[in-house]
């Protein structure tokens, strides 16, 4: 099946992803009157975190830019980036009023569109439509798994699986756009199971680098019961209550702590009970975050005068901010003719460390996935009539093909070798990513604790993959992913000696003024971490870009070559 029943298919650019990044990037592409292909592994427009409920966007009045990128900046704590926070903000107010063009009805207020939010079923509707008028052509259902390279070392397209038809396909293509989100570890939060890190994966075997990857642990509030849905605004209007119903306070100046919930899990079971919200508040919140309300309804719960036991589920990268490292305003990567956007990139230009989670983050997909399009549509129309023509080779390796008894990987598993569990793989995984005491409250023993039991995973999965059906060839894949997501995760928190924002260090708990700079890091068998300093009137100490704008002038790199020291 996987090598005599094959789709083959070319275009200018493809768009590997189904969010709302994907789709302007394939829109932005499209408009540059190249032959544009999108996959994606769900259906595009249902698929991913945007299409599972609304979101707020960060897209201010003009007249109040300049207060948002302030108050940007500062959640940032002097990593964010104040040029690209404005790029974000203009691009995506300017972006907006298309989408209005393209049939998504806004609510008006004094005859005036009110574009502050989108509600997601909607919204990726109107895109998908958007993107057949253009000429998109679409293939849902259709992970892809691995990218190809050209003998120059650009990228040439990539290869993945169609679930619907059992078959495998390649799209030769001129350049590529990676937006196919982050990775949340398959914690069931809401939209994130397509999350699985393959993009970074992927970005990282074709010779890309990853960059604020300890940033990788953002976790939500949602109700124990049915603990998926994970949108935190009524929650800023609970008490919160111990088993015992002592009440365990959880506000700092009328707001709530974001560090309170972690610890109190920490100590036993916590209750909330959404006691604090005026009428005024349940019309509004019932409203636009009604989606966080079905739970209740389904238990038959009073969420106002009822507790209810909560939780926290991780969200990973995905409102996060670690990804595939951006080297140029095209959100252009290390790798000729590949580009990434959304929540596949890091977002360390707009967040820093800090989440930017929901408004900031749909800002970012929009702004970036059309940067990335317009990139790629420009790459490719400079390579000519003959880009599809080079000679190209497959890059993926974990999960997709077992060593071969010679040096170099054998393109098809070796019958005889035993094939490794992905389930258990991926169970063992979330084990070390999913506990608060090892990933919320971090330290260098149990940071070192986990890469051990992460690199022995890493080892099983360089075996023999399973791969009788196209479901196998994906979970075995997706195993890969995660626990190639999970080294570079801590291997980035283990460098970084300090706390900042959302990566916290149990035995560095101050913020280092010194350690102003991005974290990059990649490799496979071994890894690496490399110290990409700020350079602006903030940074210590004042120093030199080097040629190629990657470290400065006598502040060598970090490089580590071994998962533990």
């Not at 509707?125 to 993107?131: G, H, I, P, S």
């Not at 350690?515 to 496979?524: C, D, E, F, M």
Request: proline share 5%.
């Amino acid at each position: 099946m996987l090598t005599e029943n094959e789709l083959h298919l070319s275009a200018d650019v493809l768009v590997i992803g189904g969010g709302p990044a994907a789709a302007w990037a394939a829109w932005a592409a499209a408009s540059q009157g190249v032959k544009v292909i999108i996959v994606d592994k769900g259906f595009l427009g249902t698929s991913g975190a945007a299409a599972a409920s609304g979101n707020g966007i960060m897209a201010p009045s003009p007249e109040n830019w300049d207060k948002v990128l302030s108050e940007r900046y500062r959640i940032g704590k002097n990593l964010a980036n104040s040029r690209w926070i404005e790029r974000v903000i203009e691009k995506t107010w300017l972006s907006l009023p298309l989408v209005e063009d393209w049939g998504y009805r806004f609510p008006k207020e004094n005859g005036e569109s009110v574009r502050q939010s989108y509600y997601g079923p909607e919204y990726m509707r109107v895109l998908r439509k958007n993107l057949l008028r253009v000429g998109v052509q679409i293939l849902d259902q259709s992970p892809a798994l691995e990218l190809l390279l050209a003998d120059d070392g650009s990228v040439a397209g990539a290869k993945g699986v169609q679930r619907q038809h059992h078959r495998t396909y390649t799209v030769r293509a001129g350049a590529v756009v990676l937006a196919n989100g982050g990775c949340a570890f398959l914690s069931k939060a809401l939209g994130c199971n397509t999350n699985t890190g393959d993009g970074l994966l992927m970005a990282v075997e074709a010779g890309g680098e990853l960059s604020s990857m300890e940033a990788s642990n953002h976790y939500a509030i949602s109700t124990a019961f049915n603990a998926t849905v994970t949108r935190g605004v009524p929650f800023g209007w609970a008490s919160y209550s111990d088993e015992a119903g002592n009440d365990l306070g959880g506000y700092v100046d009328g707001r709530r702590d974001p560090s309170f919930l972690p610890n109190a899990l920490l100590k036993g079971s916590v209750y909330a009970r959404l006691d604090r919200a005026t009428p005024e508040v349940k019309a509004v919140i019932e409203k636009s975050h009604f989606i966080s309300f079905l739970p209740y309804k389904k238990a038959g719960i009073d969420p106002y005068t009822e507790r209810v036991p909560v939780t926290l589920i991780l969200e990973g990268t995905v409102r996060g901010t670690g990804g595939i490292r951006l080297t140029d305003d095209s959100c252009g990567t290390k790798v000729p003719g590949l580009y990434a956007a959304g929540d596949a990139a890091s977002r360390e230009f707009l967040a820093g460390l800090a989440s930017g989670g929901g408004g900031p983050n749909a800002a970012w997909a929009i702004s970036t996935g059309q940067w990335a399009g317009v990139g790629a549509a420009t790459f490719a129309k400079s390579l000519g009539a003959q880009a599809n023509e080079r000679v190209a080779r497959p890059t993926g390796q974990a999960g997709l093909r077992s060593p071969s008894p010679m040096t170099e990987r054998s393109p098809l598993p070796s019958p005889s070798s035993e094939t490794f569990d992905s389930e258990a793989i991926v169970r063992d995984v979330q084990a070390q990513m999913f506990p608060l005491e090892k990933n919320y409250l971090r330290s260098e023993q149990g940071l070192l604790d986990s890469l051990a039991k992460l690199e022995t995973l890493w080892q099983q999965v360089q075996g023999n993959p399973k791969q009788d059906t196209v479901r196998d060839v994906e979970f075995s894949r997706r195993a890969a992913a995660l626990t190639a997501v999970a080294r570079w995760a801590y291997f980035s928190a283990l460098h970084r000696t300090e706390t900042r924002s959302e990566h916290i260090r149990m035995d560095y708990p101050e913020t280092d003024p010194n350690q102003r700079y991005y974290q990059a890091t990649g490799g496979l068998e071994r890894l690496w971490v490399r110290r990409d300093w700020i350079q602006d009137a903030l940074a210590q100490p004042k120093v030199e870009i080097a040629s190629g704008g990657q470290n400065p002038i006598g502040t060598p790199p970090t490089l580590t070559t071994q998962t533990t020291p």
